[in-house]
């Protein structure tokens, strides 16, 4: 059963940092590529950031350029988030999914939640003072 499991959110200050992790069971991570996104309230879900199977491509949302790294460990099947610098407009739920890259994941479309098959629950992100 493939299973995404997304942890690492909670309440930080402006200005402060924190580290999402994705972890992946059920299938071979190293043969994905793995998708960031978020979906704040009364918003459509957007696109964070995107990691390619070998980790060797990456991509970032203009939001969130400069600011976040996404990074991955295929050994843990595990795929991170590091979020510094945070603004109150990153507020919302943070969600990750998955699609084998041999199944034709197109990069240039990284941003649509169509790209992907499997999705985690979320957690929770939420900047304030």
């Known amino acids: 059963q493939v299973q995404l499991v997304e942890s690492g959110g909670g309440l930080v200050q402006p200005g402060g940092s924190l580290r999402l992790s994705c972890a992946a069971s059920?299938?071979?991570?190293?043969?994905?590529?793995v998708g960031w996104f978020r979906q704040a309230p009364g918003k459509e879900r957007e696109g964070v950031s995107c990691i390619s199977s070998s980790g060797g491509t990456t991509h970032y949302a203009d939001s969130v350029k400069g600011r976040f790294t996404i990074s991955r460990d295929n050994a843990k099947n595990t795929v991170y988030l590091q979020m510094n610098s945070l603004k109150p407009e990153d507020t919302a739920v943070y969600y990750c999914?998955?699609?084998?890259?041999?199944?034709?994941?197109?990069?240039?479309?990284?941003?649509?939640?169509?790209?992907?098959?499997?999705w985690g629950q979320g957690t929770q992100v939420t900047v304030s003072s």
């Open positions: 059920g299938f071979t991570s190293d043969l994905y590529a």
């Open positions: 999914a998955a699609n084998m890259e041999l199944l034709g994941f197109d990069f240039g479309s990284w941003y649509l939640v169509s790209e992907y098959h499997y």
